[in-house]
């Protein structure tokens, strides 16, 4: 899918194709040394972890030492015990030696057809208000009619694929000269990817925070906190266009029970408009 000015709906594109590179380590890590990452990442003793996985400590420290080489059973039940990724939980099966586990297939494969289905459905029911999908980075993989009317004026560049959606949010050619809540959104920005990166130790999101974190504010913003019953419930998102403030609050929809790679880590933004003003608003901006 190419974003375009008016932007149609398309199907959602490869998403293996368009996903920014990742930081390899230049030699394979021993099993233990991963374990051990992801046991700190999770502030964990071994103590902690060894009770979680009803193994003994004295193994659990003989693993992470490599004195003792792990079963691909105990692999995966301290991967499941420490919330590991599915990307991460295959590299932790290579470094103990077995083949990687979970599979990572484009969007557009056969075998994802009905997740696929399910996307579309989402994004094209929550028309006249704008949905979007994004990959693990908040690269565009699919969005619906509603967003293209919320993106003129946007700096071409920023249209480009892969079109990170974070980076065109707070880009000062973006749309952050037209948030009214920049301020309050961009740090509500900044905690979502500082969580993302705790989860997964991604250092290509902790690169993307680094970028958006050095973007000046637009002159003009104004350290604007949004007061009323929107706050304590969800935070919103008060965009400015020629016919008027729109708020929104939105919600995030992921996969509950994913086993490929591609699925966990697609999301679908779907934004509500939060008054009666924008509800009418995007059924003018949308018709039928």
């Known amino acids: 899918m190419r974003l375009a000015p008016a932007l149609p709906y398309h199907p959602p594109m490869n998403t293996a194709a368009h996903t920014a590179p990742r930081a390899h380590h230049t030699t394979p890590q021993p099993f233990g040394e991963h374990l051990r990452h992801w046991r700190q990442r999770r502030r964990l003793s071994q103590l902690d972890l060894a009770q979680e996985a009803d193994i003994s400590t004295r193994h659990l420290s003989f693993v992470e030492t490599g004195r003792a080489s792990p079963s691909r059973e105990m692999v995966l ?81 920023l249209l480009a694929t892969p ?52 973007y000046p504010v637009p002159e003009g913003a104004d350290d604007i906190r949004l007061e009323g019953e929107l706050l304590g419930v969800a935070m919103p998102l008060c965009f400015r266009t020629e016919g008027g403030v729109l708020n929104f609050i939105s919600t995030t929809t992921v996969f509950g029970t994913p086993v490929d790679v591609t699925l966990q880590e697609l999301a679908v933004e779907s934004f509500f408009p939060a008054d009666t003003f924008t509800t009418q608003a995007l059924r003018q901006l949308t018709p039928g």
């Not at 991460?88 to 075998?111: H, I, K, Q, S």
């Not at 009214?180 to 991604?202: C, M, P, Y």
């Open 77 to 157: 039940r301290l991967a499941e015990r420490l919330d590991i990724p599915l990307r991460e939980r295959n590299a932790l099966l290579v470094a103990a030696g077995f083949a990687p586990m979970y599979r990572e297939r484009p969007l557009d494969d056969p075998a994802l057809a009905a997740a696929r289905r399910a996307v579309e459905l989402v994004l094209r029911s929550h028309e006249p208000a704008p949905a979007l999908a994004v990959d693990r980075h908040w690269n565009l993989v699919a969005a619906n009619a509603a967003v293209a009317h919320l993106l003129a004026g946007v700096d071409p560049e």
């Open 163 to 214: 079109m990170n959606v974070l980076r065109l949010s707070l880009h000062p050619k973006g749309l952050a000269p037209r948030i009214v809540n920049l301020v309050q959104w961009r740090a509500h920005i900044f905690e979502r990817l500082r969580q993302q990166i705790s989860a997964t130790g991604d250092c290509a999101l902790a690169a993307l925070l680094q970028e958006l974190r050095a």
